[in-house]
T-cell receptor, first 115, second 114 residues
Framework: GESVGLHLPTLSVQEGDNSIINCAYS??????FIWYKQESGKGPQFIIDIRSNMDKRQGQRVTVLLNKTVKHLSLQIAATQPGDSAVYFCAENDDRGSTLGRLYFGRGTQLTVWP | NAGVTQTPKFQVLKTGQSMTLQCAQDMNHNSMYWYRQDPGMGLRLIYY???????DKGEVPNGYNVSRLNKREFSLRLESAAPSQTSVYFCASGQDSGYNSPLHFGNGTRLTVT
């Protein structure tokens, strides 16, 4: 199976709260990680990325944390809004011996924001 | 900018029929990809094209063929559709070919094979 996975398949939060979505990976050679947001009926939308030489990166209302020791990735969303309701995927750049490498996607976490 | 455009948005085929899914990007990206997404699963790579003139198999290539028509366009063909190919198909493009920059996705083609 895929090395990229998610600890929780669903997450429900109240509007205004902070959300944390987790992701585990198994290949210590992975050096690039991406978070995507997918709304119903749409394609995945890039949110934020991080390279393995960093352990934290911030965007607008989002922060990605990378813990290489335990091979764990998380996405934090500040002041979660109803528009943040979507499925969130993590993906890793993992060259498992192929000539090009491959982007592996986790199964996703459904985030639901309640008013 | 439109980004990545896929056509058609929906399609119903009977087993054995053929069809081509079209994809075009206007971001001058070098690499293009076809993924399929099945319920409860992540995206799985079917084929990719690292640059114009090259194509390679991904994780699940059986039953599909691709053509990188030019830098902008990358099509996916199902020669003889099977019910197992019922899925949502996403095309994506990327600035480089080494998975070191984010991929940009279209909004998908929802295919049902009966």
């Amino acid at each position: 199976g895929e090395s990229v996975g998610l600890h929780l398949p669903t997450l429900s939060v109240q509007e205004g709260d902070n959300s944390i979505i987790n992701c585990a990976y198994s290949n210590s050679a992975s050096d690039y990680f991406i978070w995507y947001k997918q709304e119903s009926g749409k394609g995945p939308q890039f949110i934020i990325d991080i390279r393995s030489n960093m352990d934290k990166r911030q965007g607008q209302r989002v922060t990605v944390l990378l813990n290489k020791t335990v091979k764990h990735l998380s996405l934090q969303i500040a002041a979660t809004q109803p528009g943040d309701s979507a499925v969130y995927f993590c993906a890793e750049n993992d060259d498992r011996g192929s000539t090009l490498g491959r982007l592996y996607f986790g199964r996703g976490t459904q985030l639901t924001v309640w008013p | 900018n439109a980004g990545v455009t896929q056509t058609p948005k929906f399609q119903v085929l009977k087993t054995g029929q053929s069809m081509t899914l079209q994809c075009a990007q206007d971001m001058n990206h070098n690499s293009m990809y076809w993924y399929r997404q099945d319920p409860g699963m992540g995206l799985r790579l079917i084929y990719y094209s690292a640059s114009e003139g090259t194509t390679d198999k991904g994780e699940v290539p059986n039953g599909y063929n691709v053509s990188r028509l030019n830098k902008r366009e990358f099509s996916l063909r199902l020669e003889s559709a099977a019910p197992s190919q019922t899925s949502v198909y996403f095309c994506a493009s990327g600035q480089d070919s080494g998975y070191n920059s984010p991929l940009h996705f279209g909004n998908g083609t929802r295919l049902t094979v009966t």
